[in-house]
């Protein structure tokens, strides 16, 4: 990577760390190891019949089935429900990052606007998203779509507390030192906001987003059991419904697992090309 | 004079960090500040930059008060305020957009104030790749691209080995006899003030007050190994320890 090491503190100490047992496993070799590990467990617990699993290999062959042919109860394919779920999680935490930066910056910079909120904001704060769905049908009941609101309302809740919370953590932590240094150059309040609080808070709103998405990609699989339209969430539970289509639901389950780190992915690679500097 | 303190008054809740302190630097005058630890020194240089709510008294820069917003002074601190997440350019930049200087000469400014400080090569870089000795220079380049009235260091060398410090201190000197600001140095290192400055204030602890201000008036370049650079030195620290 030339002049930048981007390989940070943690993974440096991580080398180190430990007991030093299993030295020769390598890292790619132990990850193979434990999905091996996991399938074993799986196939031994269908074979014997401990549980009304269906097989790794039936459950990859109905997988492969949904993303390429679809379900023909829902005449959808399994990209297709993901899709529709992630479209909400999306269009949600982008007013939540929109809504919770902003209000993190403010309460960060500004101590008493920060007392103020805080109060209010610490009650709230350990409500579960999905407690929320009952009173959001009550305010959204007017809109043409109540459950698509809802379901924004619900997924915008789940995100917009760690984004908050880290961006306030992020303000509250910046040197002192960079502020006055910009002071002392003539800076102006807007200068000093969007050239020093906002990069220098960047790495912990990053966090933030990151753990905000994950809850928001939480809060609409749940949401979804509630009821609306044809999402991950819905589609799992619908299935279960039915009836006897447990392949269904676990190809459901992995299509979660596997969008959900993949966000973390992307944000993680977005956060890298904003912050070059670390 | 180019800045004049009128009783200076700073206190911290219940302790008085200097009283009614007052001084008078003439213009281009490289003037650095000594004393023990917790004589205000530090504190005496936030004053002047308007970094701390002080408690009564006037600090004017020509006559004027003198009032953070307007960027008239440089400050370079001890520890590194570069911003880390801008590369050496744009931390120049930073300084310049404060001071809404016109944006078609930023280009020249910095490659000259680089150029001041011999690094020209790092222009996009960021600070994180940089030495100690080199953030500090980049830090005065910083400070001097946008031409402030009056320079304050908090004891910029304290943090570097003492080949750096010694470089910088002859980098600081050459770049002083060409640019004449009003430059005001605190230090806790008898011989970096011997061999910096023109004039000397020499503080004393509680209460904080200026001591003695004396003219350092030897020849430049000036020789750390010279007879008379080390009885100046012993002289200076006599006074410093006579209470």
């Not at chain 1, 097989?55 to 949904?66: A, E, K, R, Y």
């Not at chain 1, 609409?220 to 289509?245: C, D, H, P, Q, T």
Request: glycine content about 8%; hydrophobic content about 45%; proline content about 5%.
């Amino acid at each position: 990577m030339g002049l930048f090491d981007y390989s940070t503190a943690e993974q440096v100490t991580g080398r180190s760390a430990g007991l030093g047992l299993f030295k020769r496993f390598n890292d790619k070799l132990l990850r193979i190891m434990s999905a091996v590990t996991i399938l074993i467990i799986w196939q031994l617990t269908a074979s014997l019949q401990l549980l009304e699993l269906p097989s790794p290999i039936t459950t990859l062959g109905v997988f492969i089935d949904l993303i390429i042919s679809g379900d023909p109860l829902y005449n959808r394919t399994l990209p297709e429900i993901v899709w529709a779920s992630l479209q909400i999680v999306i269009r949600a935490c982008a007013v939540s990052i929109i809504v919770a930066v902003s209000l993190g910056i403010l309460m960060g910079a500004v101590q008493p606007l920060r007392k103020y909120l805080e109060a209010i904001l610490e009650l709230l704060r350990p409500i579960p998203p999905l407690a929320w769905i009952p009173l959001a049908y009550v305010i959204f009941a007017n809109t043409g779509s109540p459950t698509e609101y809802v379901q924004v309302f619900v997924v915008f809740v789940g995100a917009f507390f760690p984004i908050l919370l880290n961006t306030i953590h992020g303000i509250s932590m910046i040197n002192r030192i960079y502020l006055e240094a910009a002071r002392t150059m003539g800076a102006s309040p807007r200068q000093i906001l969007r050239q020093v609080m906002l990069p220098a808070a960047l790495p912990s709103i990053f966090n933030g987003i990151r753990v905000g998405f994950g809850v928001g990609w939480m809060s609409i699989v749940a949401a979804e059991f509630v009821g609306g339209k044809l999402g991950i969430g819905y589609y799992i539970w619908s299935s279960y419904s039915v009836g006897g289509r447990t392949a269904e639901i676990i190809s459901g389950m992995v299509a979660i697992g596997i969008v959900g780190s993949l966000i973390n992915k992307v944000i993680l690679l977005t956060e890298k090309r904003l912050v070059p500097w670390r | 004079m180019a800045l004049i303190l009128e009783d200076v008054t700073q206190r911290f809740g219940e302790t008085t960090v200097f009283e009614s302190l007052n001084l008078e630097v003439e213009e281009g005058c490289f003037c650095c500040i000594v004393g023990p630890s917790g004589c205000g020194k530090s504190t005496l240089l936030r004053v002047i930059a308007g970094l701390n709510n002080t408690t009564a008294g006037e600090v004017k820069l020509h006559n004027r008060p003198l009032s953070l917003d307007a960027g008239e002074v440089g400050f370079v601190f001890q520890e590194d305020a570069l911003f880390p997440w801008y590369t050496v350019e744009e931390n120049m930049k930073f300084g310049l957009r404060a001071r809404k200087i016109d944006k078609n000469k930023w280009d020249d400014i910095i490659r000259i104030n680089l150029e001041k400080v011999g690094l020209t090569e790092y222009r996009s870089y960021y600070p994180g790749q940089l030495s100690g000795g080199m953030k500090q220079r980049i830090a005065i380049a910083r400070v001097m691209a946008y031409n402030p009235k009056l320079l304050l260091m908090d004891e910029p060398f304290a943090s570097l080995d003492s080949f750096n410090r010694n470089m910088l201190q002859a980098e600081l000197i050459d770049l002083w006899e060409k640019e004449k600001k009003t430059i005001l140095f605190v230090t806790h290192n008898i011989d970096e003030a011997v061999f910096l400055s023109e004039r000397l204030i020499i503080m004393g602890a509680r209460p904080g007050r200026i001591k003695r201000v004396l003219n350092i008036n030897l020849p430049r370049p000036r020789n750390r190994t010279d007879a008379e650079f080390c009885r100046n030195r012993r002289k200076i620290l006599e006074m410093i320890e006579e209470g």
